[in-house]
């Protein structure tokens, strides 16, 4: 990448126009969040000042215009993650909601007293948590892979684990703290041989252009808007349709109801079960821009800066003295952490 690009790449977020203390805006957090470019800036702005309305329900201009909008970004997260169907694309808050959805609705239908769902220790919380509450709900247990001093999955520890029972394999991508891009493609064609539900954890790959969800055997994924150029308050699950089918809903409301009555209810196919109540519409719409901001990246250009500037921080913080460096994958993405002695 030029200078001349990085600099028209700037040009694309206001946020790097400001100064802190004197000095231009330097952002190196976008593994909690990314900044925000102006097209996905002024598709929610066009949103709250022209296309106010409900959705799904509104027969009138505005309600019908939304849903258009609205449902055009369900097509576009399908295309950029090559789902194979539309209704696969369930819009939450995000990865931890997606998590929690799944860890819910799962252990109602397919999971029963003493079945083992298996994580690795490089876990983020919304990986942990919401299957520990499961467990303790219908006498779940939870086993870990081992993590190697390198900061990789222990193969050894997978095979072992893979073959103790395990109904469930949940796993990060892309780890929030080490970086380790982990091999999934691989663990999960694993799993699926033996039957195991494959669930991943793309909050840190998605911006990154890895996540094929056909090639890579998953039955689930999670994601965030907020890491993928997108706003706060939505992210998407998507699941094999014939899996979302039979899952129970994970709470209700409006707009997921087929029929009812006092005496039963009865609910729409996916992905609307899962959409219980006025949708985050605003921040779906921000979510459809920011799809197509990423789908013109060059993501092997963009992956290779990023290695190279990743390369320079672990040498800078090799030769500072008193830091060590806590993982060192080979298939580091664009995440490092160290400890300072003492």
């Known amino acids: 990448m030029t200078r001349t690009a990085g600099k028209k790449l700037r040009d694309l977020f206001p946020q790097l126009g400001r100064s802190v203390r004197k000095k231009k805006l330097t952002y190196l957090d976008s593994a909690a969040t990314t900044l925000k470019p102006k097209s996905v800036i002024d598709a929610i702005n066009w949103y709250y000042s022209h296309e106010v309305a409900n959705i799904h329900r509104a027969a009138h201009f505005l309600g019908a215009l939304g849903t258009t909008h609205f449902e055009a970004v369900r097509d576009k997260a399908k295309s950029f993650i090559n789902a194979e169907h539309r209704e ?50 219908h006498g779940l247990v939870i086993k870990s892979i081992r993590v190697t001093n390198q900061g990789e999955i222990d193969r050894d520890d997978f095979q072992k684990k893979i073959n103790e ?10 780890s929030n703290a080490l970086g380790t891009v982990n091999p999934i493609k691989e663990l999960f064609s694993e799993a699926k041989s033996k039957g195991v539900l494959t669930v991943l954890d793309a909050a840190q790959s998605v911006a990154l252009g890895l996540v094929d969800v056909r090639d890579l055997h998953c039955d689930f994924v999670a994601f965030s808007g907020h890491k993928l150029f997108g706003p706060t308050g939505v992210g998407v699950l998507w699941g094999q349709k014939r899996l979302l089918d039979e899952l129970p809903p994970y709470q209700g409301g409006g707009s ?3 029929r ?13 079960r899962f959409e219980a109540g006025t949708p985050p519409i605003a921040e779906v719409i921000g979510l459809g821009a920011a799809i197509d901001f990423a789908k013109e990246l060059n993501h092997p250009a963009v992956l290779e800066h990023e290695r190279k500037l990743c390369g320079q921080l672990i040498e800078g913080l090799q030769g500072l003295g008193g830091v060590r460096l806590v993982g060192e994958s080979a298939t580091r993405a664009n ?8």
């Open 88 to 137: 696969e694309i369930i819009f939450t808050k995000g990865t931890t909601e997606g998590l929690n959805l799944l860890a819910h609705s799962l252990s109602q239908k397919f999971l029963k007293k003493g079945d083992v769902i298996l994580l690795s220790e490089m876990e983020h919380h919304s990986n942990i948590v919401p299957w520990q509450l499961a467990a303790e709900r």
């Open 165 to 174: 029972g395990a109904k469930v394999l949940s796993l990060v991508h892309v």
């Open 256 to 258: 997921m109801i087929d």
């Open 260 to 272: 009812v009555s006092f005496e039963g209810t009865t609910y729409l196919q996916a992905p609307h």
């Open 335 to 342: 995440i490092v952490s160290s400890v300072i002695e003492g």
